[in-house]
C-alpha cells in the first residue's frame, strides 16, 4: 500500500518529463501510451496502487480512454488540479476517476457538471440532451443517479419536460433499458408525459404502415409507468392510449399483452427507476446517516407572517426551537432585503408566538449559552431594540441541571464560511461526551466535520467523520458515543463576546442557485452570501449538540 499521503498534493508537473521516475505505462484508445510515475499515481489511487504495489503492473491498458483525456487525469494526479476539462473529455476523465477510485477527482468532475447545468439557463435540446446523456452514461456504467439528479432537475425548472421527451423518444429503439429507466425518472409522477408521446409516436406509425409491429420500448415504458396515475390525472389522454392500442395487428400477444396492461393499470404501482435504485439507496443510508440534516433546506420566504407561524407550527422540516428561530431570520432577510416588508413586525408578539409553539410541540428549551445571543433580523441595520430578536426567552437558567444540549465551538475562526463551504475544509470539535468519565486517549476528545460535494450546488454538505483514517495526525480523537443526527450547525460571529449567529439551515438556493431563475431569487442568493462576510469579525462554526 502506498504510504499515507494527503491527496490532492502538487507533487510538481516538471517531473512528468523524468524517465526515470515516469516508467508506468498507460496505453490509450488511440494506439498512444503516456507514461506516468507509478509512485505519484499510486498516491492518488487505491486501484493503481494494487497494480503496481501487489501485481507488480508495469502497463496498464486505458484502451477505451482517448490520449488527452489520459494526459488530464496524469496531469491532474501530479499537480493537485485540473486543467484542460472540457464536455468533450469530461466522460472518459470522469471514468477514470470513478474506476481507478481518485476520490477528490470525482468530486471535481461532480462540480464540473453541476456547473455546466448551472449555465444552462434557457431551454435548448442539445444542451440538455448532452446533460441527460452524460447522467445517462453515468448510471448505465457507474451505477450512480447523482448526474441523474442535477440533469433532470434542469430540464424540470426549465419546465421542459414534454418537449425534451418528444425529441428524445424519437429514436427510442436505439435506448438500452437504462436510458428508458432515465425516462421514467424523469417523467416521474407526471406519466402523461411519456403517455403522450408514444400515443403521437404509435398514431403516426399506424397511419404509415398497416402491419406496423409494437417497439419493445413502447411495452418496456408503458408496463413500467404508473398508468392508474394517468388515469386519474387525465382521463381524456389514458382512453386515447387504449384507443391507439386497439389499432394495433391483431394477434394472441398482442390482446394478452394489452389485457394485462389494462388490469394493472387499475391499481397504483412503485416507479421502475426506484426499484432500480433501492439497492444503491439501502448502501448509501449508512453514510447519509452520518451527513448533517439540519443543513441547506428551503421554504417559501415570500409567504405572509401569519403564514409563516401557522408553517412552523405544521411542518415536519422544523424539528426544534432552534430551527424554527432560523426560519424567522431567514424569511425576514427576505422580507426585509428583497420586498422591504418587515417595518411593521411585533418582535413581542413573535417571540410570545415561538414561545407558544416551543411548548406545544413540547421542543427541548437551548443551553445557556445561547442567553447572550441575539438575531438582527434586519441584518445590517444600525442595533436599535426592537430591531434585535433575543434567544434568552427559549433557554434554560443558568442554575437549571436539566439541560441535555451543549453548544460546541469549531477550534478554528473563520471570515468567509461560504468559500470555506464551497471546497474540501475539515471543522475540528473539541468536546468529552457526558458519557465518558474517563479517556486515556492521545489527544483531545472531539470529532470532525467534513465538506462532502457529490451533490448538486455551489455549498457542500458536512458529514460527521466516523473512520480511524480520518483522525490519523490530528488533535481530536473521535468516540463512537457522537452521532451526527443529535448535531445542528451554524455559524457563530460572536467569538469576543455577546454578538450574532447566522443560520445555514434554509440555505437552499445557495444549494441549487439554478432555482434563483427571478432578479429577486438572484439578489437574494448574492445577498445572502455577502451578509456572511459582513463586518471585520471572524466566527466560528458551532454545533448544537444534545446527547440524551
Request: aromatic fraction near 12%.
Amino acid at each position: 500500500m502506498a504510504p499515507k499521503v494527503k491527496v490532492p498534493m502538487d507533487f510538481g508537473l516538471r517531473l512528468k518529463d523524468s524517465p526515470t521516475h515516469n516508467t508506468l505505462k498507460l496505453n490509450t484508445s488511440n494506439g498512444e501510451t503516456v507514461y506516468a510515475s507509478s509512485v505519484i499515481l499510486s498516491f492518488n489511487s487505491p486501484v493503481i496502487d494494487h497494480m503496481t504495489t501487489t501485481l507488480h503492473m508495469t502497463s496498464v491498458d486505458m484502451l477505451e480512454f482517448s490520449e488527452t483525456a489520459v494526459k488530464v487525469f496524469v496531469d491532474a494526479a501530479y499537480s493537485g488540479t485540473v486543467e484542460g476539462l472540457n464536455k468533450e473529455i469530461f466522460r472518459d476523465v470522469n471514468k477514470m476517476a470513478n474506476v481507478f477510485e481518485v476520490s477528490w477527482l470525482a468530486e471535481v468532475c461532480a462540480q464540473y457538471f453541476s456547473e455546466i447545468a448551472v449555465s444552462v439557463q434557457t431551454a435548448s435540446y442539445p444542451e440538455l440532451l448532452y446533460l441527460f446523456d452524460e447522467a445517462a452514461f453515468v448510471f448505465e456504467h457507474l451505477g450512480t443517479k447523482d448526474f441523474s439528479n442535477v440533469a433532470i432537475r434542469k430540464i424540470e425548472i426549465l419546465e421542459w419536460k414534454q418537449q425534451f421527451l418528444n425529441e428524445y423518444l424519437v429514436n427510442a429503439d436505439r435506448l438500452s433499458t437504462k436510458k428508458l429507466d432515465m425516462v421514467l425518472e424523469l417523467a416521474g409522477y407526471q406519466v402523461s408525459c411519456v403517455v403522450r408521446t408514444i400515443c403521437s409516436q404509435l398514431t403516426k406509425e399506424l397511419n404509415r404502415q398497416s402491419t406496423f409491429v409494437l417497439p419493445d420500448y413502447c411495452k418496456y415504458l408503458l408496463d413500467n409507468s404508473d398508468l392508474h396515475s394517468c388515469k386519474q390525472s387525465d382521463s381524456v389522454l389514458y382512453e386515447e392510449l387504449f384507443d391507439v392500442l386497439e389499432k394495433l395487428p391483431e394477434s394472441v400477444a398482442n390482446l394478452k399483452w394489452m389485457h394485462q396492461l389494462y388490469r394493472s393499470s387499475n391499481t397504483s404501482r412503485k416507479r421502475k427507476f426506484d426499484d432500480i435504485t433501492d439497492e444503491a439507496n439501502s448502501s448509501a443510508a449508512l453514510s447519509e446517516s452520518n451527513n448533517i440534516g439540519n443543513l441547506y433546506h428551503d421554504f417559501d420566504y415570500k409567504m405572509s407572517y401569519h403564514k409563516l407561524l401557522d408553517w412552523i407550527t405544521t411542518s415536519e422540516t422544523v424539528q426544534n426551537i432552534l430551527m424554527a428561530i432560523e426560519a424567522v431570520w431567514t424569511w425576514s432577510f427576505y422580507q426585509h432585503y428583497i420586498l422591504g416588508n418587515l417595518d411593521d413586525l411585533d418582535y413581542a408578539e413573535l417571540t410570545s408566538a415561538l414561545m407558544l409553539t416551543q411548548e406545544g410541540k413540547g421542543w427541548k428549551m437551548l443551553p445557556c449559552t445561547f442567553d447572550n445571543l441575539k438575531i438582527e433580523l434586519s441584518l445590517l441595520d444600525i442595533e436599535i431594540g426592537d430591531k434585535i430578536f433575543y434567544c434568552s426567552p427559549f433557554c434554560y437558567s443558568p442554575e437549571d441541571n436539566t439541560t441535555s444540549s451543549v453548544l460546541i465551538n469549531c477550534i478554528e475562526t473563520c471570515n468567509d464560511p461560504i468559500s470555506l463551504l464551497s471546497k474540501d475544509a475539515r471543522l475540528t470539535f473539541h468536546f468529552k461526551p457526558p458519557s465518558l468519565s474517563h479517556c486515556d486517549l492521545p489527544g483531545e476528545c472531539g470529532f470532525i466535520l467534513k465538506t462532502i460535494s457529490r451533490h448538486v450546488g455551489m455549498i457542500n454538505k458536512l458529514t460527521l467523520c466516523v473512520e480511524k483514517e480520518d483522525y490519523l495526525n490530528e488533535s481530536v480523537h473521535y468516540h463512537e458515543e457522537f452521532k451526527a443526527e443529535n448535531m445542528h450547525l451554524f455559524f457563530d460571529k460572536r467569538c469576543n463576546g455577546p454578538g450574532y449567529f447566522y443560520p445555514l439551515t434554509w440555505l437552499g438556493l445557495l444549494i441549487v442557485p439554478e432555482h434563483c431563475t427571478s432578479e429577486e431569487g438572484l439578489d437574494f442568493y448574492d445577498f445572502y452570501k455577502t451578509c456572511f462576510t459582513y463586518g471585520s469579525d471572524s466566527g466560528r462554526f458551532s454545533v448544537l449538540y444534545s446527547y440524551d
